[in-house]
């Protein structure tokens, strides 16, 4: 991934996907906005508890960033499930309910959805000129959200599979992401026993090796040698490549790990803000 700057407003974009001129998307940080802590600085969601205001200024400013109009923007009402939704210019400011995936064939309709140790799933077909944009926590990786995208973009939009190129966005990593039992049973009913997406966590001089944030930033410790940690990353990657996709780039960025850059919903207990994933079609 790539470090972009603009007017102290810092994002991330995909070298896959930054091959197409025609394609504006970011993965953005929390850095450049106005929001106070826990939610410094820019916070993009408002069930945080922080300043409405604030929230909007750092949604004008990421637009401003990446030169869209703010009042173009579509967002569903993320509830982790695997519902996807199509839409249009005619959405453009909306909320879309119950559901954690956009997608759209239309030109200057800017698909935004919020995270923070979440996977953002970006999609765009170069022949259909089509995107789409997902959310998958661990509810809706197991529920298929991945592949419920493609199959919405090959269903609605006349996409191939693979003509699709994907990118998987910063995201709790393996490192990290410590899950109980109704978690692993879940994970073992989606993908089958001995999937390798459960294993025991790192030690902590392995943890160590895996960041060079520094000692403010130290990871979350276990609970115990029986716990086991969810590889969200290889769970989408692999729901990918088996609806068909085969240009796939994960950025591999632990949201829980590199805190500095992103919100981390579980490694800052729950009272912290979300970034973003974004994509457009220019018009």
């Avoid at 459960?198 to 943890?207: G, H």
Wanted: with cysteine; glycine share 8%.
């Amino acid at each position: 991934m790539q470090l972009n700057y603009s007017n102290d407003v810092s994002y991330y974009t995909f070298s896959s996907l930054s091959a197409f001129p025609e394609l504006i998307h970011a993965v953005s940080t929390r850095h450049g906005g106005v929001s106070q802590p826990p939610f410094a600085t820019l916070n993009l969601t408002w069930a945080s508890g922080d300043d409405p205001r604030a929230v909007e200024e750092n949604h004008r400013r990421l637009c401003a960033a990446l030169g869209i109009a703010r009042e173009s923007l579509v967002s569903p009402r993320q509830v982790h499930s695997a519902e996807v939704r199509r839409v249009g210019a005619g959405d453009g400011g909306r909320f879309i309910p119950g559901c954690d995936a956009l997608i759209t064939d239309e030109p200057g309709v800017p698909l935004l959805l919020r995270f923070a140790d979440c996977v953002p799933i970006l999609l765009y077909d170069p022949r259909r000129k089509a995107i789409g944009l997902a959310h998958a926590g661990w509810r809706g990786t197991v529920a298929g959200m991945a592949q419920a995208a493609v199959q919405a973009m090959v269903e609605a939009l006349g996409s191939a599979p693979d003509d699709l190129v994907a990118a998987l966005g910063p995201a709790i990593g393996p490192c990290c992401y410590e899950v109980g039992p109704d978690v692993a049973a879940a994970v073992e009913a989606a993908f089958g026993p001995n999937n390798g997406l459960l294993r025991a966590p790192l030690r902590s001089a392995e943890k160590r090796k895996t960041s060079s944030l520094p000692a403010p930033y130290a990871l979350p410790q276990t609970s115990g040698p029986e716990s086991l940690h969810f590889d969200l990353w290889s769970a989408n990657e692999r729901q990918l490549r088996n609806a068909g996709v085969q240009q796939i780039e994960v950025a591999g960025l632990c949201t829980a790990c590199h805190r500095d850059e992103f919100y981390s919903y579980r490694a800052e207990n729950g009272r912290t803000g979300h970034h973003s994933a974004l994509i457009c079609l220019r018009e």
